[in-house]
């Protein structure tokens, strides 16, 4: 003791105040709490391990299934669209050959309308100029025919003067020969009026 007289007295107070307290640890409880905690440690490896083997690995498992499923997904709406536009490419591509198609058939008919149109006008035109022609021919005809009645008359009516300052009753021969007299120097006449 003779060593503690040497300490001041103040540390060997504290140390006993030290001692006395229960927060110090002592070695004791230090390999306890060392001993806890180490198990403490196993414990918690051991939950994560069965965790992970429990818990983790499905619901990983279903986090990936549901990952390729919505990856399935996206790829499936992918195709979808792809297709689906590829269907509006060709719709519209059908629309515009049946719009060019409809204006090449407007075309045509406006081009048909006028040709046709053209060939009624024309044979028109034709059956106007026979018509005419047929006309003129009748027209012709009937001048003749009037001209033939008219020279028959004025040659009746010539040799018909002629008897009455002849003061000859008519002779039949002469009443002839002056008739055909008068209608050639009516045709003779004619002819030259035609020309």
Do not use: C, W
Not at 40 to 53: G, H, R, S, W
Not at 85 to 99: C, G, L
Not at 135 to 150: G, H, V, W, Y
């Amino acid at each position: 003791m003779a060593n503690l007289d040497k300490i001041p007295r103040a540390l060997l107070d504290v140390v006993a105040e030290a001692e006395s307290e229960s927060s110090l640890l002592s070695p004791d409880q230090m390999a306890h709490y060392a001993v806890t905690a180490l198990v403490t440690i196993v414990n918690l490896l051991v939950a994560y391990f069965i965790l992970k083997l429990v818990l983790f690995k499905p619901l990983i498992k279903v986090i990936k299934k549901r990952q390729e499923g919505i990856t399935a997904q996206v790829e499936n709406a992918e195709k979808q669209e792809k297709a689906a536009n590829e269907k509006f490419e060709e719709a519209t591509k059908r629309i515009d050959a049946s719009h060019e198609e409809a204006l090449q058939i407007i075309a045509d008919a406006r081009s048909q309308a006028e040709k046709q149109s053209q060939t009624i006008i024309e044979t028109a035109k034709k059956e106007a100029q026979e018509i005419r022609d047929r006309a003129e021919e009748d027209a012709k005809r009937t001048r003749k025919a009037m001209l033939e009645e008219m020279k028959d008359e004025v040659a009746d009516l010539a040799v018909s003067i002629a008897g009455h300052v002849l003061g000859s009753d008519g002779d039949a021969k002469k009443e002839s020969e002056l008739r055909e007299k008068v209608n050639a120097e009516l045709q003779s006449t004619e002819v030259k009026a035609g020309e």
